[in-house]
């Protein structure tokens, strides 16, 4: 699964490596992004411009919203249909913006899992393959809601978990961004694992455990003893 991941680069950036999308002028870096909070996405709206939407989907006909429902991520494998995720699939489908992730290793002789940070060489921000839907509440307010596609890991997720998020290929943006209804024919072969030559990882500290800690210490290499 994917459970936090981080997005530190500045708007200017995003800009440059995604070109033709529009971006907020100004946000804050995050170190340590957790469900239930907003990630910055690009849904497929024909818009090109990026938003803040929460993580945990609910779907449109979901009848009880609790936090504790909330789909953080959604297996490639059952994606095109499982009720909860197969109309997100076909219709609403976005780009979620981040620049590291976080993935925890077992350690034999120990009962903590040791964090990991994630990331691609060139140190780019990238995009996570996302599905979004919004939530209308009884009271007339609506909720935009996304869930992160994950897949098998490649070579080098295999050394830190059995899964690893769908991070979506430049190449690939503009279809998976189309507005109109696709199939599964021919969305399925874009989830897939990323190239792990062009990712790395390291360890880091355990103060990444907390969903309050936000600094940039959390992407520290940190020396295991």
Not at 144 to 158: A, H, R, S, W, Y
Not at 167 to 173: E, F, K, Q, T
Request: glycine letters at 6%; one cysteine or more.
């Amino acid at each position: 699964m994917c459970g936090r991941f981080t997005l530190t680069v500045d708007p200017a950036e995003l800009k440059e490596q995604f070109e033709g999308y529009v971006f907020p002028p100004k946000f804050a870096p995050r170190y340590n992004i957790a469900p239930s909070q907003p990630v910055l996405a690009i849904p497929n709206d024909g818009n090109n411009t990026a938003d803040f939407f929460i993580w945990g989907l609910i779907p449109m006909w979901a009848k009880d919203p609790a936090i504790g429902n909330r789909l953080i991520n959604a297996r490639g494998e059952t994606v095109a249909e499982k009720p909860s995720f197969r109309g997100s699939f076909k219709y609403k489908r976005c780009l979620i913006l981040a620049d590291g992730f976080y993935e925890w290793k077992s350690v034999p002789g120990k009962k903590t899992k040791t964090p990991h940070f994630i990331f691609l060489k060139d140190r780019t921000p990238f995009a996570f393959a996302g599905l979004w839907d919004s939530w209308e509440s009884p009271d007339g307010s609506n909720i935009k809601t996304c869930t992160i596609i994950t897949t098998e890991p490649n070579e080098l997720m295999q050394t830190l978990h059995n899964r690893m998020p769908v991070i979506v290929h430049p190449r690939d943006y503009k279809k998976w961004l189309e507005p109109t209804p696709q199939t599964p024919e021919s969305l399925l072969p874009l989830i897939k694992p990323f190239p792990a030559e062009a990712m790395d990882a390291y360890p880091v500290s355990t103060l990444v455990n907390k969903p309050g800690n936000e600094s940039p210490e959390l992407v520290v290499p940190y020396k295991i003893n």
